[in-house]
């Protein structure tokens, strides 16, 4: 027999919401596997009854590190949607530095700079946008 004090606590559950009407929101996850010197991506788009758009997943046959490849995975996002024709978006990443970095309200390591500002290039296609950070 299992007992709620058996189970341990993992914080306050993250429920996802939808984006206002007219805009869609951008979800990625990425992972990092170290052993085989790569790391995967992927993003699911939705509009604001929750429905799946489209959806992208693929590998990076590179050796990044965490903040590298969330980074990667914040400019695939946002590449993506402009992509198949995404216009109004909220980007949402569980970074918190790089969400920070892309909103101005921090630095970012410079290993990750580039990309970065590669990302912000790439919302200048944008009619509207915002990065996000959620708690996973």
């Known amino acids: 027999m ?3 004090r058996d189970i341990p606590s993992v914080g306050p559950l993250t429920i996802w919401k939808p984006p206002d009407p007219e805009r869609y929101k951008v979800n990625v996850d990425s992972a990092v596997f170290k052993h085989r010197k790569k790391a995967g991506i992927g993003v699911v788009i939705r509009d604001e009854t929750g429905e799946v758009i489209v959806a992208l997943s693929k590998i990076v046959n590179a050796p990044l590190g965490a ?5 990667k995975a914040m ?3 946002v ?3 402009r992509d198949v024709g995404i216009r109004e978006a909220v980007f949402e990443g569980d970074s918190l530095i ?3 970095a892309l909103q101005g ?3 970012a390591p410079s290993s990750i700079q580039n990309v970065l500002d590669g990302t912000l290039d790439l919302t200048s296609g944008l009619r509207s946008f915002a990065f996000s950070h959620v708690k996973r």
């Open 75 to 77: 400019e695939d996002r």
């Open 79 to 81: 590449s993506f949607a």
């Open 98 to 100: 790089i969400c920070k």
């Open 2 to 4: 299992i007992l709620d």
């Open 67 to 71: 903040g590298e490849i969330e980074a």
């Open 105 to 107: 309200d921090g630095g």
